[in-house]
């Protein structure tokens, strides 16, 4: 008979990464459908129909700070299952939406669950696990996420060929209920810290509004064009409301974040590593299926496939370096990620031409890429995550989890920035050069920060 405790810790990973698949499917299966959508709708502007995109992430980068804070205070396992429930309810609508209005609002209803989904799904994880076996456990976690990246272009393109543009939301819906009835079941409730009457409410609208508007400016910024006054207004009011919340943050007794979370070496430099990660790794994935399908020809279904074996090997990656990084810590493996993603970009710069060169211009390339995602993400979580009390995973999980979503939106934008509108073949392969040349930097930055700088397995502790 199995451990009454394993058993626990088991159904906790099942649940939050079924969660986790669901979600990270949902990012990236978004991006097969656009065009459907857009043929669904062709009264709707181009502007428009980018907000069903937008909107989901500018939602789930807003209120992540709150919904760590909730998840620590009034539990992670409430948080967890009313943002499957939100997150049921916003697919449901996205999937019946008849309007491009209906589904943008949608689509921000969906963005609550996932928002809630990371630091209080993390939260859970990590609570269920001793320290021992977590990075194992974070592992599996980052794998069942690559493996959702790794679908994502297939089994969306097969969704939409079968049954239409709509399935890609509707397909949540059983597996969130799934998730839901699990979850009131099996998972076991946890709490940070006690409940303060004293907490900064004000700060919650002045962090995601600051969040969101910032985000706004970094996501809408190449269509509006990068110093427009709608752009540089939106940087401006973004900064401005964030300055403002990190000072109460400072002051206030019972603040929303605790700042004082990047005094945790461990935490501040696998933050920075993941900046660098990030921007690398999404400026390449951006941008690299459309150079395929507009430069070398190959359809949504090929380019899909043809992508699909580096997020496999991450996938792959990513179990066997938890249980790596269990024995020797995560800092060289994170190493490692950042030496392979520097060889990755730099045999696309060498092999990637105007004609096809599936195996060295492409394959290579790839498999070198999804090797260093199996290095870097889960490891970046397990990194920054090492030293915090369990008192305080939901909240720093929350912060974790905007540094992502801020470096992914800067990765894109950078993305879409270098490659801008190349008149042809020739010209979108330098516009590529430039974001695999920034990628390599970016690669070499992690390199150095977790070579360097990363506090070694002998200086880390967990920190109350």
Known sequence: MADPSELQSRRTLFITSLVGFMVAMEITIISIARNEIAAAFPQADPATLSWVITAYNIGVASLLLPAGWMADRYGRKKVFLWGLAAFIIGSLLSGIATTPSLLIAARGIQSIGGAAQY?????????????????????????????????????????????????????????????????????????????SEKVDLFSVPLASLGIGVLLLGLVQGGSWGWTSPLTLSAFVAGVLMLVTFFRRSLVHP??????????????????????FFLVAFFSWIIVLPEFIQETWGWSVLQSGFAIAPGPVVSTILSVTNGRLADRI????????????????????????????????????????????????????????????????????????????????????????????????????????????????????????????????????????
């Not at 019972?254 to 900046?275: H, K, M, Q, Y």
């Not at 050069?433 to 967990?462: I, Y």
């Open 119 to 195: 630091p209080a799904g993390l939260a859970l994880l990590l609570s269920a696990f001793p320290i021992e076996r977590r990075m194992r456990a974070i592992g599996v976690w980052g794998a069942v996420s690559g493996l959702a990246a790794a679908l994502a272009p297939s089994l969306g393109a097969l969704l939409i060929e079968g049954f239409g543009w709509r399935a890609v939301f509707l397909i949540n819906v059983p597996v969130a209920l799934l998730a839901l009835v699990a979850g009131r079941k099996w998972l076991r409730e946890s709490t940070g810290a006690e409940v």
């Open 254 to 275: 019972e603040p929303l974040f605790d700042l004082g979370l990047f005094r945790i070496r461990s935490f501040a430099i696998a933050n920075l590593g993941s900046v």
């Open 329 to 464: 810590g995560s800092q060289r493996i994170l190493v490692v990620g950042g030496c392979l993603g520097v060889v990755g970009l730099l045999l696309h710069i060498a092999y990637t031409g105007e004609e096809p060169n599936f195996f060295l211009g492409l394959l290579v390339p790839n498999l070198m890429m999804g090797a260093a995602a199996g290095c870097s993400f889960a490891m970046l979580v397990g990194a920054s995550m090492s030293e915090i009390a369990p008192a305080r995973f939901g909240m720093a999980g929350a912060g974790r989890t905007t540094v992502f979503q801020l470096s992914i939106a800067i990765g894109a934008g950078l993305a879409i920035t270098l490659v801008g509108d190349p008149q042809d073949s020739s010209s979108a392969l330098d516009a590529m050069r430039r974001v695999w040349l920034v990628g390599v930097f970016c690669f070499v930055v992690q390199s150095v920060l977790f070579s360097f700088v990363f506090p070694k397995d002998s200086e880390r502790k967990v920190r109350t």
